[in-house]
């Protein structure tokens, strides 16, 4: 029961300082709930697993993001990866280049709670992929 206080507790606070993408630190237990308010329009998607990885997947309403927040072995997030349909690419540049420090064309950076991370973009022949995760 106290866990699942303190876990509710940490979402609330998380959801209240603007996580946004940064996605790190979350605790599994509640992660839906977190991406459906800081994410809008993504959804919980269990149509296929890979058992060797720790992980939810999340779609958005129009198919044309998929992101991906990664677990470790206690159930907490260490990084996340957004899968992007090349129609978002505008979109989602700008709104790295206003959110965060910018390091280069696919690189960015910020801090949250006295921790420093990396936001990295990658192009694909056929989509592109952000991830972000501690420095």
């Given amino acids: 029961m106290k866990n ?7 979402l609330l606070f998380l959801i209240a ?3 946004g993408q940064d996605l790190i630190g979350i605790p599994k237990e509640g ?7 800081v994410m809008k329009g993504f959804n919980l998607d269990n149509s296929s697993k890979n058992e060797s990885f720790n992980y939810l ?10 992101l991906i927040v990664f677990f470790s072995e206690e159930n907490v ?7 992007c349909d090349f129609s978002e690419f505008d979109f989602v540049v700008e709104e790295l ?5 910018k390091l280069s064309k696919t690189s960015w950076e910020f801090s949250f709670n006295n921790e420093i991370y990396v936001i990295n ?4 022949e056929w989509y592109f992929v952000v991830t972000t995760k501690k420095k």
Avoid: I, M, W
Avoid at 4 to 10: A, D, G
Avoid at 31 to 37: F, I, L, P, S, T
Avoid at 57 to 64: I, L, P, R, Y
């Fill in 17 to 19: 300082s603007g996580f």
């Fill in 97 to 101: 280049n206003d959110k965060y420090k």
């Fill in 57 to 66: 997947k999340f779609v958005n309403s129009a198919g044309t993001k998929t």
């Fill in 77 to 83: 997030s260490t990084h996340t990866r957004l899968v």
């Fill in 31 to 37: 992660a839906e709930e977190v991406v459906r308010k």
């Fill in 121 to 124: 973009l990658e192009e694909k």
């Fill in 4 to 10: 699942t206080f303190l876990s509710v507790l940490l």
